[in-house]
């Protein structure tokens, strides 16, 4: 990652003059936007908003897994040419501080999109831990980044991306305002889905491949018990797995969930030693591009996901 950053730095300094300028943040009437978004959430609810007055890009391709992604040099000296870039958050992206630095903050709008989401800590923390690794970055896993897998945070995180997109370009603010109500009304009846749902539910505990759905279940009721941390790559200890054995015969889990840009293998080694199914419980951080074919979206994913809750809960 160093040697990337390292390299970057070189081809701004000695082949690029950035076009950046006081006031350039503001677009004149008209004229097409670029807008860079770090994953696919980030793309969808930014599409979704923006509509046909902006170019919107995910720097994460489909099919890939966004927490070990890296941004290559060209696509760093490509943000220079944007007009926005949006990024999730709470340590989401490891990369995002390095490419911040070389940015035009004149003529590129920087979008936290976690800005004032009041952040759940890692399960991997504990208090004593916490206070211990004070000082270190959300990078570490103190916090847990996956906000937009709750709906009702999706919705909190389009509101930060809408009010950029009227700072930057007013003149379209009521065409931003109009499909910001659509997308609010799309979430706010998938989550009272969910919501009804969760009432019929005979358990409230999902057994999941990694840490990202404490947003979900905060929100809607339920409790998590994850294989892995935060952060997908990392492989559980024998004692963790003999640990989650004893949990999930204990509390007569059926099901153990997996996601589909994830191995499955620890998901299939648990769900065989407790006598439990495995189903897919996606944590929509990206789409593969079979689903983007067939017209999925975060919504149709979340109803997926739903889906397999009900058969997984209600038995």
């Given amino acids: 990652m160093k040697k990337v950053i390292t390299a970057v730095i070189i081809l701004l300094l000695f082949g690029m003059v950035l076009p950046g300028c006081a006031g350039a943040n503001v677009k004149p009437v008209g004229q097409g936007m670029k807008i860079y978004t770090s994953f696919y959430p980030m793309y969808f609810l930014a ?18 897994e966004p927490h070990d992604w890296e941004p290559t040099s060209k696509m760093a000296i490509e943000l220079n040419k ?6 999730n958050g709470a340590g989401m992206e490891p990369w995002i501080d ?19 989401i009041e952040l759940l800590k890692s399960a991997e923390y504990n208090e004593e ?12 896993g103190i916090y847990d980044p996956h ?15 809408y009010e950029a997109l009227i700072e930057i370009d007013p003149a379209n603010s009521e065409y931003y305002g109009k499909n910001k109500i659509e997308l609010d009304s799309k979430l706010t009846r ?16 999902i057994v999941v491949s990694h840490e990202a759905f404490g947003y979900f279940v905060n929100d809607y009721g339920l409790k998590q018990i994850a294989i892995r941390g935060v952060n997908p790559q990392e492989e559980p200890s024998p004692s963790k797995m003999a640990e989650l054995v004893r949990e999930c015969r204990d509390k007569n889990v059926k099901y153990i969930f997996f996601e589909k840009l994830t191995s499955p293998k620890l998901s299939e080694t648990l769900a065989k ?10 944590d ?23 889906e397999n809750l009900k058969k997984a809960l209600g038995e």
Avoid at 149 to 161: C, E, H, K
Avoid at 190 to 205: E, R
Avoid at 286 to 303: A, C, F, N, R
């Fill in 273 to 282: 030693e407790v006598g439990a199914k495995t189903l897919v419980l996606n």
């Fill in 47 to 64: 599409s979704e908003i923006a509509g046909d007055k902006a170019s919107v890009i995910s720097m994460v391709p489909a099919g890939a």
């Fill in 82 to 87: 944007a007009d926005m870039l949006i990024y």
């Fill in 190 to 205: 998938l989550s009272k889905d969910i919501w009804d749902a969760s009432k019929l539910f005979k358990s409230n505990v």
């Fill in 147 to 161: 906000i937009w897998v709750s709906p009702i945070r999706a919705m909190q995180q389009a509101q930060t991306i």
């Fill in 129 to 140: 831990e916490e206070n211990e690794h004070e000082e270190e970055s959300h990078e570490h």
């Fill in 98 to 116: 390095n490419i911040l630095t070389i940015i035009d903050k004149d003529r590129t709008k920087i979008v936290d999109a976690s800005e004032g």
């Fill in 284 to 306: 929509a951080a990206g789409l593969s591009e079979e689903d983007i074919k067939s017209g999925k979206d975060y919504v149709t994913v979340m109803y997926e996901n739903l």
